[in-house]
């Protein structure tokens, strides 16, 4: 089959470690992946897969103005009914959206450059993680080149400003969309016509066979885990607050927060205020290695999050045996079932935060055994990467080849 295109914001990245499993599960079934970024990731890059991957990525942006400037005057010269319909899907998306015309103008001559590296490859079809710049951009490219292109959603952002983000155009015009989760597929169906429903495909994230292989029991201790973004959608602030409640009732508790990002003075503020500096710690920015080293070293994850999609964190958590306890939000309780294989509590209450902390603290290693070996089961029946790798490689071949699905 033709080469497939992929597009992300940013890749390799740290968090983006699902799309690097994917194309590779991808590759392994004979589909060859071009990858493609819109920018290069301002992280540094610990991971040896994401070093290699950093050296196979084409940055659009890394490329010159001259580069930019000859592609879409080839394309103006060569098609111009293309060019201005996609300029006017440029202008469209632009004046509706909360990023502002002047950013969709780089994404329509992002487009145009991405266009001649799809003519120079001989790729036909385009899929783009995220439905927000990244969909944007080839959408424009399908307008520019005809190619088909397809997206994943993953949420929340798409969820929470659809109209701002085009999404309903963006999907029009698809040959398929994929949401990673059952409830991602029910909040795009609210913004587009029932026509294109029998687009959106849910596919899930999945997770290597390796995950399979963990022999280390839940340890016997006080220690928890959140792994996230220090930012307002993971809940973290909230997390302080109700570890500070478990202290002042003299709960022996330790938590660390893997993970880095805005609410980070803030949340380190609230500590000192709590004076938790011996029952909190922040690890900063944490590798896919660090990550799994702090999963297998706590008797569950905790994720208080007040908006998802489906967070991986919590499939690695599961697939580790280790079990969770997070909130009702979103598609985690497509896999985190109270009393079976974690706990789930109303988002948003410190008082039932620490409750579920406190449950957590107090069950017995036994109960957490068997909770970490169903949490396992059902991750693992849902996610496993080659299935859904398989799945996925079925829709691009009914695209590949022709400028229809």
Not at 50 to 79: G, I, Y
Not at 142 to 154: A, D, K, Q, V
Not at 213 to 227: A, E, F, G, S, Y
Request: net charge positive.
């Amino acid at each position: 089959m033709s080469t497939i295109a992929y597009l992300v914001n940013q890749y390799p990245k740290v968090s983006h470690s699902f799309i690097r499993r994917e194309i590779f599960a991808l590759e392994r079934k004979d589909i060859q992946i071009k990858r493609f970024s819109l920018r290069s990731s301002p992280e540094m890059l610990v991971d040896p897969d994401d070093q290699v991957e950093s050296r196979k990525t084409c940055s659009l942006l890394n490329a010159s103005w001259p580069t930019h400037a000859r592609s879409s005057f080839t394309l103006l010269m060569t098609r111009p009914a293309r060019f201005l319909r996609a300029f006017s899907q440029c202008l469209a998306m632009g004046y509706r959206s909360n990023r502002g015309l002047i950013r969709h103008l780089f994404y329509f001559i992002e487009a145009c450059t991405l266009s001649q590296q799809l003519r120079k490859h001989d790729i036909s079809h385009i899929h783009a993680h995220f439905g927000t710049n990244s969909a944007a951009v080839v959408m424009l490219t399908h307008h520019l080149t005809g190619s088909t292109y397809s997206f994943t959603i993953h949420g929340p952002e798409e969820f929470d400003k659809p109209e701002c983000l085009a999404i309903a155009r963006k999907v029009r015009y698809a040959a398929f969309v994929v949401t990673i989760s059952s409830f991602g597929r029910s909040q795009i169906y609210r913004w587009i016509p029932c026509d294109d429903w029998p687009k959106i495909k849910v596919i899930h994230c999945g997770l290597e066979p390796a995950y399979r292989d963990n022999t280390i029991p839940v340890p016997d201790n006080r220690r928890l885990v959140c792994v996230g973004r220090l930012c307002e959608q993971k809940g973290q602030l909230l997390l302080v607050q109700a570890v500070a409640r478990l202290v002042r009732d003299q709960t022996d508790i330790k938590l660390i927060l893997a993970g880095d990002g805005p609410h980070r003075a803030e949340i380190e503020q609230l500590i000192d205020q709590y004076g938790l500096q011996a029952y909190i710690e922040i690890t900063g920015w944490v590798s896919s290695q660090q990550v799994r080293k702090e999963l297998l070293a706590a008797r569950a994850l905790v994720l208080p999050s007040f908006a998802e999609g489906l967070p991986v964190v919590i499939m690695e958590a599961m697939a580790l045996r280790r079990p969770v306890l997070s909130t009702y939000v979103a598609g985690i309780p497509e896999l985190v079932i109270p009393g079976e294989n974690g706990w789930l509590i109303p988002a948003g209450s410190i008082d039932l935060l620490a409750d579920g902390l406190k449950q957590v603290l107090d069950t017995s290693p036994s109960k957490l055994r068997e909770f970490g070996e169903k949490a396992q089961q059902r991750v693992l029946s849902r996610h496993d990467i080659e299935k859904e790798a398989e799945r996925l490689k079925q829709h691009f071949l009914s695209c590949t080849g022709s400028t229809r699905c």
